[in-house]
């Protein structure tokens, strides 16, 4: 069983700064595609940032220049830095994996993480 779980989240003023992690535990064989999504009260979940396991990285372009995504492979551990944080950034962020297990080595499974809050208010 593969688990993904966020940290991080909490309440912050607009302009401030804040550094989500998500670690991948369990039966893990290899993780391929890492990403961010965030979903706001009656919004559709987006994309907000995804990074290749060698590290090209690619944007939402509301977040382009403000939010950095990163991940250490050896930690099985994703991470957004977010900063010059607005209102409009406020949601649950969810981590997502491409993630191919020990059992089942050739094959490459979608996890994701229930996620943890981000409020941004002053």
């Known amino acids: 069983q593969v688990q993904l779980v966020e940290s991080g989240g909490g309440l912050v003023q607009p302009g401030g700064s804040l550094r989500l992690s998500c670690a991948a535990s369990?039966?893990?064989?290899?993780?391929?595609?890492m990403a961010w999504y965030r979903q706001a009260p009656g919004k559709q979940r987006e994309l907000v940032a995804a990074?290749?396991?060698?590290?090209?990285?690619n944007y939402a372009d509301a977040v382009k220049a403000r939010f950095t995504i990163s991940r250490d492979n050896a930690k099985n551990t994703v991470y957004l830095q977010m900063n010059s944080l607005e209102p409009e950034d406020t949601a649950v962020y969810l981590c997502?994996?491409?993630?191919?297990?020990?059992?089942?080595?050739?094959?490459?499974?979608?996890?994701w993480g229930l996620g943890t809050q981000v409020a941004v208010s002053s």
């Open positions: 990074i290749t396991r060698g590290g090209t990285t």
């Open positions: 997502n994996g491409d993630i191919a297990s020990q059992s089942r080595p050739f094959d490459r499974n979608n996890y």
């Open positions: 369990g039966n893990i064989f290899w993780i391929y595609d």
